[in-house]
């Protein structure tokens, strides 16, 4: 997974988001710049240091008390992607998909001057969460382990000087995994088998399906051409690992915390204020 910035580092200009309102999916033989595609579908940028306050990463819906995990939601979107064959890098596509409720999992560390991504993770979800007991499905893109952890290359994990702070890190890390360059090194929840129903692929192909550039294409293609509300009515499939929750996604965080929803945003407060 090639990073989308030098080294996975912001700064103010680079802290943002891709939003996107436009369908469009073409396939090229030969790299074509991402931006020419965007051009087309007419992609917006939002600033995440022109909203968010810095203190908490914007639509947290949950932080421990060391403040280094969070649990961030955030809306549908329409988002152009660039997926390449890991074999012959001279194969692109791209593509416009809409983007279901996604709820991200972060761990964060401080090292020397700069505060990092440790580990993150992602899932779907046909709405917004509105009970620590709502379910967390899989989200069938690549570069995302079955354990729906997400793979950031050989490269660093992103990171963001020290004085950005968490918020725009995290807004950082979301915008590296959307505007970086997808590839079918790692594709196991794309199967057919993993993808929900209605996708228009044929599910009992999983035995003779192997992840390669032009299964993927086919799966994206089929993507593109569905609607934010097709996409938002689909079963997302559960994790392999079986039944998971809000509160398993906390816990699973701060396995020392029983009780992952007593956490207030009065506590941080008290902290960063005294």
């Known amino acids: 997974m090639s990073p989308s910035f030098t080294d996975n580092k912001a700064d103010v200009s680079t802290v943002r988001v891709v939003i996107s309102d436009t369908s469009h999916c073409e396939y090229n033989h030969g790299m074509e710049n991402i931006a020419a595609l965007s051009g087309k579908v007419g992609r917006n ?33 329409a988002v152009p992607i660039s997926f390449f064959d890991i074999d012959d890098p001279d194969d692109e596509f791209e593509c416009v998909i809409n983007i279901p409720w996604t709820v991200w999992g972060f761990t964060t560390e401080t090292i020397s001057d700069k505060i990092r991504v440790a580990d993150a993770s992602v899932y ?11 379910p967390l499905f899989a989200l069938p893109l690549p570069n995302i382990y079955s354990s729906s952890e997400i793979c950031w290359g050989d490269g660093d994990n992103p990171y963001v000087p020290k004085h950005l702070g968490t918020s725009a890190l995290i807004m950082h890390a979301i915008n590296v995994f959307w505007t970086d360059t997808f590839n079918n090194d790692l594709t196991e929840e794309m199967g057919p088998s993993r993808l929900p129903k ?18 993927i294409v086919e799966i994206f293609e089929a993507w593109g051409q569905k609607s934010m509300d097709e996409i938002l009515d689909m079963q997302f499939n559960l994790p392999k690992s079986g039944h998971f929750t809000f509160s398993d996604l906390a816990k699973q965080l701060t396995p020392k915390v029983t009780e992952p929803t007593a956490n207030t945003l009065a506590m941080f407060f008290r902290k960063v204020m005294t």
């Open 124 to 134: 779907a979800r046909n709405s917004m969460l509105a009970s620590p007991n709502d």
């Open 198 to 215: 209605g996708f228009g692929v044929d599910q009992s192909a999983n035995e003779f399906w192997d992840g390669s550039f032009k299964e």
């Open 45 to 77: 940028f939002f600033d995440a240091t022109s909203s968010a306050s810095g203190l908490l990463p914007a639509v947290t819906r949950w932080t421990d008390t060391s403040f280094n995990n969070f649990i961030v939601e955030r809306p549908p979107f």
